[in-house]
């Protein structure tokens, strides 16, 4: 009895603790897609940025106002008639910054994580004995760690710019992936800016 309330206990704990990272979207860069990344982490204005090359200050405090100043509302046809998306501050100096694919905002809902969940849940109270979910107090301990559980949705924005570089004398693309803290797309938690130039076949 004791076993399959702490077996239960901390299945739903490890439910708590590991869903943040299925939301998360890693996106690959190198010379070819199945290299093994290098991350570095900088943070600014305490926003966690990543990335897979070095950033001096300059760049990272471009990528951080590249960051905040995109939203669903600067994206529209009118800030860009030629492209439809936004202008982004060149993080690479040296050259001006063209939007390769303009933002798109999402938002997962995580419906069939928590499903699944909710399914392992009911499975397992299946095995608990009825004397045991007799007990009012116990039900109540259950349903809470049920909902203690739940997965929120996670908003995510992303787009591809490039920029040309006079030092290495070429064009670099880069990919940005923004988790924001609210609804709105406001309030980004993490960025992951990468180089993806053999996307484009550079």
């Known amino acids: 009895m004791k076993k399959m309330f702490v077996f239960a206990l901390s299945l739903v704990m490890l439910f708590s603790l590991v869903t ?15 290299q093994e990344l290098e991350g570095y982490t900088y943070s600014f204005n305490d926003l966690e940025i990543t990335s897979n090359t070095i950033l001096t200050d300059q760049e990272i ?8 100043s995109t939203t669903p509302e600067t994206t529209s046809i009118e800030n ?5 998306g936004i202008s982004l ?18 938002t997962y809902k995580n419906t069939g994580v ?9 499975y397992m109270m299946k095995k608990i004995p009825k ?59 993490s960025v992951q800016y990468f180089q993806c130039n053999y996307w484009f076949g550079k």
């Open 20 to 34: 943040p990272s299925f939301a998360n979207e890693n996106v690959s860069n190198g010379t070819s897609p199945e």
């Open 61 to 68: 405090e471009n990528v951080y106002n590249a960051v905040m």
């Open 80 to 84: 860009d008639p030629d492209y439809g």
């Open 89 to 106: 501050r060149a993080p690479v100096s040296g050259g001006s910054t063209v939007t390769e694919i303009a933002p798109i905002f999402r």
């Open 114 to 122: 928590n499903e699944a969940k909710n399914l392992i849940f009911a």
């Open 131 to 189: 004397s045991l979910t007799d007990n009012v107090f116990a039900n109540w301990l259950f349903v809470k760690l049920n909902s203690w559980s739940k997965i929120s949705p996670t908003y995510v924005g992303s787009w591809v710019s490039s920029s040309y570089s006079t030092a290495e004398k070429k064009r670099n693309y880069h990919a940005t992936v923004v988790h924001y803290g609210k609804s709105n797309y406001t309030a980004p938690k």
